[in-house]
């Protein structure tokens, strides 16, 4: 029995889906995945994002036209954590939370300053103790849609190949 290769199948396949690196690769996959969507300007199930405010436009920098990506914080910040078992992606700052869930009108007032400074349609910079925010839609950039799945089949379909080629004596599958 030993030699069986279906009870090797059984072991190998044990190691790979218990093994750290295989969602260390469909981390990757979700976090270019997520990446995608900002350049897309879409949410994870297809659905477009609400286009920006013309005078949000106006007072952005280089990138006027794309939600999320002014400054390419969020962008950037964009990572994932693995263990044997379960991926998490997603991002560490506060204003990403905000992005995927949107906000209500609010008073945004200076805490750390005298005032606050901004840039205003036209390019002029505003200082001012307190704003009225008018709230920013949701952009959901997170969750399980269909390029998701897409991206988790191919990892693991992957490994299934390499799977079955290292454990059946390199047979093609």
């Not at 981390?27 to 897309?40: C, I, K, L, N, S």
């Not at 002014?70 to 379960?86: H, I, K, P, V």
């Not at 008073?107 to 750390?112: D, E, H, L």
């Amino acid at each position: 029995m030993r030699g069986n290769p279906f009870n090797r199948l059984a072991r190998r396949a044990e190691d790979v889906f218990t093994d750290r690196w295989v969602m260390e690769a469909i981390g990757q996959a979700m976090v270019g995945v997520t990446e995608d969507h900002f350049r897309d300007q879409s949410s994870p199930d297809g659905e477009p994002w609400e286009a920006l405010a013309a005078s949000t436009k106006e007072a952005k920098g280089k990138n006027k036209t794309l939600a999320g990506v002014n400054s390419g914080r969020l962008l950037r910040s964009l990572d994932y954590e693995a263990d044997a078992t379960e991926v998490r992606w997603g991002s560490n700052l506060l204003h990403g939370y905000w992005f995927q869930k949107g906000t209500k009108k609010h008073v945004i007032r200076a805490k750390n300053a005298r005032a606050l400074r901004f840039r205003v349609a036209g390019g002029g910079v505003v200082f001012r103790r307190s704003v009225n925010h008018p709230g920013q839609h949701a952009r959901p950039y997170l969750g399980i849609g269909e390029e998701e799945e897409r991206a988790v089949r191919d990892v693991t379909g992957r490994e299934m190949r390499d799977l079955f080629c290292t454990a059946g004596g390199n047979h093609e599958v």
